[in-house]
């Protein structure tokens, strides 16, 4: 009978020794640890998402955290890979070129230091002209004054490839490398002819544009569309639907995903503890936009994760049933 005692209290005092160490390594002194969250231009979807984002990490959580307005995907990346940002908002095209060395990113070494967090909400491809600038397809943009995006910006990376998916690029235009707020200004004073917006719907420039010009949205569809599914499959077809800026009937285009961006540098616990309370906490990031509410979920968390998944972040997802 001594024996079995001994023993029983020899197990559960291993049991207990374990819990100690474990949540020793688990633990997160969080006046150690800055957290800044990289978004996008102010005028865009990005920063009101990343500023509910930060609010959790922040106000919820206790981090010292600060938002930072930024060019958006292509210079997010570069702030994780610098360790100038911890997450990042970025479009999950340029993460893969990234990663891979492709496009933006071609003649480089692949950034296989980046890892993903969630799933956020899809991009909509909004190619926008005035109804005055019969403008009608996409082939009607030769010798246009075109607004591409920012240089290197994820709307412009994004633009050179659907120039890429309709036989066209930047040579039969005349490109204008303007963020797509700064293009729809010059559009409404006669000096673009056309802007590339993509960002989720609906898009605040473009309405406050639609309030006083007659705006269209040149559809990607057709070949177009079947060429990007075929070459760059993280694009998907899907509809701008009627109403959203006025348009009497929907509007075909490509979308894609964007992503809540880490770098594998990120300690486990850190990772693992922003997760969980992003989820615990998702109301108050919902609350930021109404693609965030429509979206950003756990549902989707896994949707357009074009890089390996943090570790802290699977355990999470293997905690809630998502992953296995």
């Known amino acids: 009978m001594k024996l079995r005692i001994k023993a029983l ?52 959580l206790g981090y010292r955290s600060s938002v930072q307005s930024t060019g958006a995907s292509v210079e997010n990346i570069n702030l994780i ?14 993460v893969l070129q990234a990663y891979q060395a492709f496009g933006a990113f071609q003649g480089q070494k692949p950034k296989t230091d980046l890892r993903g967090l969630m799933g956020l909400y899809p991009n909509y491809v909004q190619l926008v002209t005035l109804e005055s600038s019969g403008i009608k397809t996409f082939k009607d943009l030769k010798g246009k004054r075109v607004g591409v995006g920012a240089p290197n910006s994820g709307v412009e990376v994004n633009a050179r490839l659907m120039f890429e998916a309709h036989g066209m690029s930047y040579a039969d235009i005349r490109p204008d490398y303007l963020n797509y707020g700064e293009a729809i200004d010059q559009m409404r004073n006669g000096m673009v002819d056309a ?46 639907p009627a109403g959203t800026y006025g348009n009497a009937s929907d509007v075909n285009t490509a979308t894609i995903m964007n992503i809540l961006l880490v770098s594998k540098d990120l300690p486990d616990a850190v990772a693992y503890d922003i997760t969980k309370g992003i989820f615990e906490h998702i109301d108050k990031i919902q609350a930021t936009h ?5 979206y950003v979920n756990l549902k989707n968390a896994l949707q357009g994760m074009v890089v390996p998944l943090h570790p802290g972040v699977e355990k999470y997802f293997k905690e809630v049933g998502i992953l296995k």
């Open 195 to 240: 802007a590339f917006v993509t960002s989720g719907i609906p898009n605040a420039t473009v309405m406050d544009l639609a309030t006083t010009k007659k705006i269209r949205i040149i559809p990607i569809e057709g070949e177009g569309m079947a060429y990007l599914k075929k070459k760059y499959p993280f694009f998907t077809a899907d509809v701008i």
């Open 290 to 294: 109404s693609a965030a509410k429509k």
């Open 81 to 94: 890979l610098n360790k100038k940002a911890e997450l990042a908002i970025v479009m999950s095209d340029a």
């Open 9 to 60: 209290f020899v197990f559960v005092l291993v049991l207990a020794v374990a819990a100690y160490w474990q949540s020793k390594d688990s633990a997160v002194d969080k006046s150690k640890v800055f957290i800044t969250v990289a978004t996008g231009p102010t005028s865009g979807i990005y920063y009101p998402i990343g500023g509910g984002i930060g609010t959790v990490v922040g106000t919820d």
